[in-house]
């Protein structure tokens, strides 16, 4: 296994190097210049190196694009502030936990949190001199924000299912396991935002990444069906969780999902993952980072937008990275088992788990916690006695609830307009959004504060006619990079310009479909009047329990490639 | 009437004189006078007209009379009593007496105990400072080598602000140590206030008169001298004055702190086109402003009068409004108009508050009662019986605001930049503004203000441009220093600059922020230190950072670095202490060391400051 890459290694497998991949090799493991930058005084920036080497440590750089120009006539740099995000295999924490990363958002930053599509806390608006206190404050409460973003493996998502509850433990458990397994190794981390000591030493400081780490970000996703909640598909390695009389014999794995593209680029495309086989929960570990091996020794570290493994695997060929993990594996992978899935939601609500605990499910639009639901899910927390899970739609579940707490916690969801998921619209209870302006260097269009205002013109619609419960999926996403899946979605915007979306239809409501483009750089008006005639025909012609993006098949509005 | 001249004229000549015009009628009287004030010019311009061979032989010529030469000594800070001072030496030299020029700060006080005639003109800074070019010649007076001045005959014209306590402080101690050294006065203290002419101008008459006299042989009335020694004016100055200000355009208006801060704070530029005007680095401007108009409306509605009643004072008419508007002190009270005002605050109004104020020797009290207390306010806190009329004759005259330039010329060319911390807060349920910078906060970008430039000869880049400076400017007191390093940077300057710059938020109130991270990166600044005092739990001032750089700092000053601050009277304070306290520990030598060091570096330029 290469340990201490070279160029020439690198060059001859991929060509010429991308600047990025300069910058980790020249980065000492992730260190870059970030003591010393975090100490300048006189900009809230960092160095363009660390503004590639803090993401590795769970942050982005970002600025507030609303105020660019009004700071640059005050003579002033931009706002640049900060984001942290955590690692949270699972989406799981205790109460004490939410109440200490709800203190440090007040304390640190702009006094929100954000619920992400990776079941995980984003804190946004820390500014550069607070951003080590707050990870210290992260780590007082064991939370920590390695390789939550980076070409390195990011948060490993798991199911939520609330109904099994032992299950949902035992994968959760593997979730854990394999988050830790592929953490990075390098002490970057501790030196920077601990005050570790710098130990010199001569071991290899990443036996498994090297000092290049992986040429994209890598995502894994542990998912139970009947609910494809996490969108295992939308990963580099999708683990379906294969139960046989309430026991977990191990995972199907599928390989190569991933949503971004760039617009106007043929060669980028979103690919919902291909299963390849079945693994035993004891070979998780080294079998997710065989196929991350891979990925490291084949990716495409010449150009970025081709670096994903969805790309080499298929510039390998399927067969020919299948060949090659079995080599590398020294046998063949089981043959994958069948698994069925009936949609890729949450499910709203109290529902009672095997163990007779209960969990309560509350939509959380576009997943951020403010003003009432802040103050409502603090108020909770201080009473909660079981746990927190961040669901990846940007949900969360008050898990675990003795039968006997219920009303106490229904009291307190009643108290700050938590319930909201009751009255809710089916698309609304499946609508998602990502964070895009102002914030997002990457946005070209609104989207988490664009969402409410969308939800209410499609609610008068399906209201008009008469289906405002069915459920669609429906997510919006500031650029085409993915944040919020909107490939895998029924109905998706995804940002061309301010006021513009590429209109998507058609993706299947488990998420095992991608969707396609319907209209190019649309309007609001052109995606409404576009929109409204599907959805009255759907009203008066859909088959019993069919679903709006099989609809548009069946009927023809869209027809198979 | 009768002709009693005793000072100017011989018994003789008065009774010739009184027996001339006993016959004479009015349009002969003015004929008269009008000839005689022809006579006294044409031997003026003589005076001036005498070549330099021949003043270098009149001088030698006059030596035997040269105890009676008169020496102007003038410590003026923002320009005021260099001006007055000026005046007074021309009219002296032109009333035919010997007259030197003198600016304190290049006073040999040795020479002191030579003089025979003494005037002073010297103004008060903030709470009862002298200016800095007054520091040296203020401390020998007061410290123990002062001479025994038995034979000196001398004058005092006072310079301050009655809205601070300790009004015209520094001309009084003067006077009065004068005194104490044996001197005699010619003529008692003249103290001006803000309206300098109302009291100058006949305290003047008074004085050249009376030094006419006391320079003359009794008899007869000196013969015009040659030797006079007047500094001419600068030639900037005389085009566009305090008096005559230049209509400059506002070509832009910026708010250059962030949203998010409640500071307002503002760049402006100026359009010095067609004006002639020159400024160096260091220099002030001087702006002439209207008062807030909401201030205005709220202090007519008070007084329950229409704005447009007109009203005639001091041979002016103008509108109520415009009085309020235009020319009079709206925002800056003082002692003697508290006084006045409590003596006409009507029966049953509780003025417990303002008499504490007016206490004997309440100092402190007074200062916080002025510091927190607009007209208005005293309007409505203290009813009282105050017609218009009366209180435009009891209000002082609006008078212009200084500000330090922010930019270099020879950057900014035709244009002049000022940063403005606009005044806001609430006091009493009302808002209030500051006058001049909510004006000036307010001014569109098309606008007009009326300027002009105020020479601060006392801060100044050191004139070897090797040097390393050190610039301490928190908040607005950075403006100067812009202007320091624009120079510095288009002159090529190759000596090092260090900047200390401080405010209450890193995020919001960086003034040019952009600007100091360009000269850093291309090493134009070589240093900055920051102290943003509200971003972490205790609280850092530019002073802590002083303090903190201590053995840098020492080690520029061995190298002949330049220490300038600019900002607040206490801001200064501290910084000064932090730099004594740094000398002092890292020198090795202790705290005598320090002063020394210190007092050596304030009277060769090496330490200079611009504050208020």
């Given at each position: 296994?290469?340990?201490?890459?070279?160029?020439?290694?690198?060059?001859e497998?991929?060509?010429?190097?991308?600047?990025?991949?300069?910058?980790?090799?020249?980065?000492?493991?992730?260190?870059g210049?970030?003591?010393?930058?975090?100490?300048?005084?006189?900009?809230g920036?960092?160095?363009?190196?660390?503004?590639?080497?803090?993401?590795?440590h769970?942050?982005?750089?970002?600025?507030?694009?609303?105020?660019r120009?009004?700071?640059?006539?005050?003579?002033?740099?931009?706002?640049?502030?900060?984001?942290?995000?955590?690692?949270?295999?699972?989406?799981?924490?205790?109460?004490?936990?939410w109440?200490?990363?709800?203190?440090?958002?007040?304390k640190?930053?702009?006094?929100?949190?954000?619920?992400t599509?990776?079941?995980?806390?984003?804190?946004?608006?820390?500014?550069?001199?607070?951003?080590?206190?707050?990870?210290?404050?992260?780590?007082?409460?064991?939370?920590?924000?390695?390789?939550?973003?980076?070409?390195?493996?990011?948060?490993?998502?798991?199911?939520t299912?609330?109904?099994?509850?032992?299950?949902h433990?035992?994968?959760?458990?593997?979730?854990?396991?394999?988050?830790?397994?592929?953490?990075?190794?390098?002490?970057?981390?501790?030196?920077?935002?601990?005050?570790?000591?710098k130990?010199?030493?001569?071991?290899n400081?990443?036996?498994?990444?090297?000092?290049?780490?992986?040429?994209?970000?890598f995502?894994?996703?542990?998912?139970?069906?009947?609910v494809?909640?996490?969108?295992?598909?939308?990963?580099?390695?999708?683990?379906?969780?294969?139960?046989?009389?309430?026991?977990?014999?191990?995972?199907?794995?599928?390989?190569?999902g991933?949503?971004g593209k760039?617009?106007?680029?043929?060669?980028?495309?979103?690919?919902?993952?291909?299963?390849?086989?079945?693994i035993?929960?004891?070979?998780?570990?080294?079998?997710?980072?065989?196929?991350?091996?891979?990925?490291?020794?084949?990716?495409?570290?010449?150009?970025r937008?081709?670096?994903?493994?969805?790309?080499?695997?298929?510039?390998?060929?399927?067969?020919?990275?299948?060949?090659?993990?079995?080599?590398?594996?020294?046998?063949?992978?089981?043959?994958p088992?069948?698994?069925?899935?009936?949609?890729?939601?949450?499910?709203?609500?109290?529902?009672?788990?095997?163990?007779?605990?209960?969990?309560?499910?509350l939509?959380?639009?576009?997943?951020?916690?403010?003003?009432?639901?802040?103050?409502?899910?603090?108020?909770?927390?201080?009473v909660?006695?079981?746990?927190f899970?961040?669901?990846?739609?940007?949900?969360?579940?008050i898990?675990?609830v003795?039968?006997?707490?219920?009303?106490?916690?229904?009291?307190?969801?009643?108290k700050?307009g938590?319930d909201?998921?009751?009255?809710?619209?089916?698309?609304?209870?499946?609508?998602?959004?990502?964070?895009?302006?102002?914030?997002?260097?990457?946005?070209?269009?609104e989207?988490?504060?664009?969402?409410?205002?969308?939800?209410?013109?499609?609610?008068?619609?399906?209201?008009r006619?008469?289906?405002?419960?069915?459920?669609?999926?429906?997510?919006?996403?500031?650029?085409?990079?993915?944040?919020?899946r909107?490939?895998?979605?029924?109905?998706?915007?995804?940002?061309?310009?301010i006021?513009?979306?590429?209109?998507?239809?058609?993706?299947?409501?488990?998420?095992?479909?991608?969707?396609?483009?319907?209209?190019?750089?649309?309007?609001e008006?052109?995606?409404?009047a576009?929109?409204?005639?599907?959805?009255?025909?759907?009203a008066?012609n859909?088959?019993?329990?069919?679903k709006?993006?099989?609809?548009?098949?069946?009927?023809?509005?869209?027809s198979?490639? | 009437?009768?002709?009693?001249?005793p000072?100017?004229l011989?018994?003789q000549?008065?009774?010739?004189?009184?027996?001339?015009?006993?016959?004479?009628?009015?349009?002969?009287?003015?004929?008269t006078?009008?000839?005689l004030?022809?006579?006294?010019?044409?031997?003026?311009?003589?005076?001036?007209a005498?070549?330099?061979?021949?003043a270098a032989?009149?001088?030698?010529?006059?030596?035997?009379?040269?105890?009676?030469t008169?020496?102007?000594?003038?410590?003026?800070q923002?320009?005021?009593?260099?001006?007055l001072?000026?005046?007074?030496?021309?009219?002296?030299?032109?009333?035919?007496?010997?007259?030197?020029?003198?600016?304190?700060?290049?006073?040999?006080?040795r020479?002191?105990?030579?003089?025979t005639?003494?005037f002073?003109?010297?103004?008060?800074?903030?709470?009862?400072?002298?200016?800095?070019?007054?520091?040296?010649?203020?401390?020998?007076?007061h410290?123990?080598?002062?001479?025994?001045?038995?034979?000196?005959?001398?004058?005092?014209?006072?310079?301050?602000?009655s809205?601070?306590?300790?009004?015209?402080?520094?001309?009084r101690?003067?006077?009065?140590?004068?005194?104490?050294?044996?001197?005699?006065?010619?003529?008692?203290?003249?103290?001006?206030?803000?309206?300098i002419e109302?009291?100058?101008?006949p305290?003047?008459?008074?004085?050249?008169?009376?030094?006419?006299?006391?320079?003359?042989?009794?008899?007869?009335?000196?013969?015009?001298?040659?030797?006079?020694?007047v500094?001419?004016?600068?030639?900037?100055a005389?085009?566009?004055n305090?008096?005559?200000?230049f209509?400059?355009?506002?070509?832009?208006n910026?708010r250059?702190?962030?949203?998010?801060?409640d500071?307002?704070?503002?760049?402006?530029?100026?359009?010095?086109?067609?004006?002639?005007?020159?400024?160096?680095?260091?220099?002030?401007?001087?702006?002439?402003?209207?008062?807030?108009?909401s201030?205005?409306?709220?202090?007519?509605?008070?007084?329950?009068?229409?704005?447009?009643?007109?009203f005639?004072?001091?041979?002016?008419?103008?509108?109520?409004?415009?009085w309020f508007?235009e020319?009079?002190e709206?925002?800056?009270?003082?002692?003697?108009?508290?006084?006045?005002?409590?003596?006409?605050?009507?029966?049953?109004?509780?003025q417990a508050?303002?008499?504490?104020a007016?206490?004997?020797?309440?100092?402190?009290?007074?200062?916080?009662?002025?510091?927190?207390h607009?007209?208005?306010?005293?309007?409505?806190?203290f009813?009282?019986?105050?017609?218009?009329e009366?209180?435009?004759?009891?209000l002082?005259?609006?008078?212009p605001r200084?500000?330090?330039i922010?930019?270099?010329?020879t950057?900014?060319?035709?244009?002049?930049?000022?940063?403005?911390?606009?005044?806001?807060?609430?006091?009493h349920?009302?808002?209030?503004?500051?006058?001049?910078?909510?004006?000036?906060?307010?001014?569109?970008?098309d606008?007009?203000?009326?300027?002009y430039i105020?020479?601060?000869?006392?801060?100044?880049?050191?004139?070897?441009?090797?040097?390393?400076?050190?610039?301490?400017?928190?908040?607005?007191?950075?403006?100067?220093?812009?202007?320091?390093?624009?120079?510095?940077?288009?002159?090529?300057?190759?000596?090092?600059?260090?900047?200390?710059?401080g405010?209450?938020?890193?995020?919001t109130?960086?003034?040019?922020?952009t600007?100091?991270?360009?000269?850093?990166?291309?090493?134009?600044?070589?240093?900055?230190?920051?102290?943003?005092s509200r971003?972490?739990?205790?609280?850092?001032?530019?002073?802590?950072?002083?303090?903190?750089?201590?053995?840098?700092?020492?080690?520029?000053?061995?190298?002949?670095?330049?220490?300038?601050?600019c900002?607040s009277?206490?801001?200064?304070?501290?910084?000064?202490?932090?730099?004594?306290?740094?000398?002092?520990?890292?020198?090795?030598?202790?705290?005598?060391?320090a002063?020394?060091?210190?007092a050596?570096?304030?009277?060769?330029?090496?330490?200079?400051?611009?504050?208020?």
């Amino acid at each position: 296994m290469p340990q201490e890459w070279n160029w020439k290694d690198i060059v001859e497998m991929t060509g010429k190097p991308s600047s990025v991949e300069v910058l980790k090799k020249d980065s000492d493991y992730l260190r870059g210049t970030l003591a010393e930058c975090l100490q300048d005084p006189v900009t809230g920036s960092i160095s363009h190196m660390d503004t590639r080497v803090i993401k590795f440590h769970g942050c982005y750089e970002q600025d507030d694009r609303d105020l660019r120009e009004e700071r640059r006539k005050q003579k002033l740099e931009p706002a640049f502030q900060y984001f942290i995000r955590t690692r949270l295999p699972g989406g799981v924490v205790t109460p004490s936990q939410w109440l200490a990363l709800d203190e440090i958002a007040q304390k640190f930053g702009r006094g929100t949190l954000k619920l992400t599509t990776r079941q995980t806390f984003q804190i946004h608006g820390i500014v550069k001199r607070k951003l080590k206190p707050a990870m210290q404050a992260m780590n007082a409460v064991m939370i920590d924000s390695i390789a939550a973003c980076g070409d390195v493996n990011r948060n490993v998502l798991c199911a939520t299912n609330p109904h099994l509850s032992e299950v949902h433990r035992t994968v959760w458990q593997q979730a854990l396991d394999v988050s830790a397994y592929m953490k990075p190794k390098t002490r970057a981390y501790y030196e920077v935002w601990l005050d570790e000591k710098k130990v010199s030493t001569t071991e290899n400081q990443e036996p498994f990444y090297g000092d290049t780490y992986l040429p994209r970000k890598f995502k894994i996703a542990i998912s139970v069906p009947p609910v494809n909640d996490v969108d295992a598909f939308a990963n580099d390695i999708g683990l379906i969780a294969i139960i046989e009389n309430g026991k977990l014999e191990g995972y199907t794995v599928a390989v190569g999902g991933g949503m971004g593209k760039t617009y106007g680029d043929a060669k980028t495309y979103p690919r919902a993952a291909t299963v390849i086989g079945f693994i035993r929960p004891d070979e998780v570990n080294h079998v997710c980072e065989t196929i991350a091996g891979i990925q490291r020794d084949f990716g495409d570290r010449s150009e970025r937008s081709q670096a994903r493994m969805k790309y080499t695997i298929d510039h390998m060929g399927l067969d020919r990275f299948k060949e090659e993990l079995n080599s590398r594996l020294g046998h063949a992978l089981e043959a994958p088992r069948a698994f069925k899935f009936d949609h890729n939601g949450d499910r709203y609500g109290w529902v009672e788990g095997e163990d007779g605990l209960w969990h309560l499910t509350l939509y959380i639009e576009a997943g951020r916690v403010v003003d009432d639901v802040l103050l409502g899910l603090r108020e909770i927390a201080g009473v909660h006695k079981g746990e927190f899970r961040v669901t990846t739609n940007q949900n969360v579940i008050i898990a675990r609830v003795a039968p006997e707490d219920r009303a106490q916690i229904d009291a307190l969801v009643a108290k700050h307009g938590l319930d909201g998921y009751r009255g809710a619209s089916g698309i609304r209870k499946n609508s998602m959004a990502c964070v895009a302006l102002p914030t997002c260097g990457l946005a070209m269009a609104e989207s988490e504060r664009y969402l409410p205002d969308l939800l209410l013109k499609l609610e008068a619609i399906l209201d008009r006619n008469g289906i405002l419960d069915a459920p669609i999926t429906l997510r919006i996403s500031g650029c085409p990079n993915g944040c919020s899946r909107p490939f895998l979605a029924e109905i998706a915007l995804t940002g061309r310009a301010i006021g513009r979306y590429s209109l998507n239809l058609g993706g299947n409501f488990t998420g095992e479909r991608l969707n396609t483009v319907y209209l190019e750089n649309a309007t609001e008006p052109e995606i409404l009047a576009a929109l409204e005639p599907m959805i009255a025909n759907y009203a008066k012609n859909r088959l019993e329990d069919e679903k709006f993006g099989d609809f548009l098949y069946r009927t023809g509005v869209l027809s198979a490639a | 009437m009768t002709t009693k001249s005793p000072f100017l004229l011989s018994e003789q000549q008065t009774s010739l004189l009184e027996t001339l015009i006993s016959e004479m009628e009015q349009p002969s009287l003015l004929w008269t006078s009008g000839y005689l004030a022809g006579l006294a010019m044409a031997q003026r311009r003589v005076s001036l007209a005498v070549k330099p061979q021949e003043a270098a032989a009149a001088t030698v010529a006059a030596a035997p009379v040269a105890k009676s030469t008169l020496t102007i000594l003038y410590g003026s800070q923002t320009g005021n009593a260099k001006r007055l001072a000026q005046r007074f030496a021309a009219e002296s030299e032109a009333a035919g007496l010997s007259v030197q020029l003198v600016d304190v700060a290049d006073y040999a006080v040795r020479k002191l105990k030579s003089e025979t005639h003494l005037f002073v003109v010297i103004s008060t800074q903030g709470d009862g400072e002298p200016p800095d070019s007054a520091r040296e010649f203020f401390e020998f007076l007061h410290g123990k080598k002062a001479p025994k001045l038995d034979t000196l005959q001398y004058a005092v014209l006072a310079l301050g602000d009655s809205s601070y306590p300790d009004f015209c402080g520094v001309g009084r101690k003067i006077d009065e140590r004068l005194a104490a050294l044996g001197a005699k006065r010619i003529h008692n203290r003249g103290d001006c206030d803000l309206d300098i002419e109302t009291v100058a101008e006949p305290w003047w008459v008074d004085t050249l008169n009376l030094a006419r006299t006391a320079l003359a042989p009794a008899g007869s009335v000196a013969a015009p001298q040659q030797n006079a020694n007047v500094i001419p004016l600068h030639p900037s100055a005389s085009a566009w004055n305090r008096d005559k200000p230049f209509s400059a355009q506002v070509l832009e208006n910026q708010r250059i702190t962030a949203r998010g801060t409640d500071k307002h704070i503002f760049h402006l530029e100026l359009s010095l086109e067609g004006s002639g005007l020159h400024y160096q680095p260091g220099d002030s401007l001087g702006v002439w402003h209207f008062n807030p108009p909401s201030l205005v409306d709220n202090v007519l509605a008070t007084l329950g009068v229409s704005g447009d009643q007109t009203f005639t004072h001091k041979g002016e008419t103008f509108t109520l409004r415009q009085w309020f508007s235009e020319k009079l002190e709206l925002t800056r009270l003082t002692r003697a108009f508290l006084v006045e005002h409590s003596s006409r605050v009507n029966a049953g109004v509780d003025q417990a508050d303002l008499q504490a104020a007016l206490a004997e020797g309440a100092r402190d009290a007074l200062a916080a009662f002025l510091g927190t207390h607009q007209l208005i306010d005293l309007l409505k806190r203290f009813p009282a019986n105050w017609t218009a009329e009366t209180l435009i004759t009891s209000l002082r005259p609006l008078t212009p605001r200084l500000y330090s330039i922010s930019s270099s010329q020879t950057v900014a060319e035709d244009e002049v930049h000022l940063t403005v911390a606009k005044v806001a807060y609430d006091a009493h349920g009302e808002a209030h503004l500051g006058a001049a910078s909510g004006f000036l906060a307010e001014l569109p970008a098309d606008g007009q203000l009326p300027i002009y430039i105020e020479e601060n000869r006392h801060f100044r880049l050191p004139k070897n441009a090797d040097r390393d400076v050190i610039m301490v400017g928190p908040g607005t007191g950075v403006a100067p220093f812009r202007a320091f390093l624009q120079e510095r940077i288009e002159s090529g300057a190759a000596g090092r600059n260090w900047l200390f710059f401080g405010a209450q938020h890193f995020d919001t109130q960086f003034l040019y922020q952009t600007e100091w991270q360009d000269a850093l990166k291309k090493k134009h600044l070589n240093r900055i230190d920051l102290a943003f005092s509200r971003d972490q739990q205790e609280k850092i001032y530019v002073q802590h950072l002083i303090e903190k750089q201590g053995a840098e700092l020492y080690a520029w000053l061995q190298n002949g670095a330049h220490f300038y601050v600019c900002g607040s009277t206490d801001m200064e304070k501290d910084v000064k202490a932090a730099l004594l306290k740094a000398i002092a520990q890292h020198s090795g030598k202790g705290d005598e060391f320090a002063n020394a060091w210190f007092a050596e570096a304030q009277k060769e330029g090496r330490y200079s400051r611009d504050v208020y």
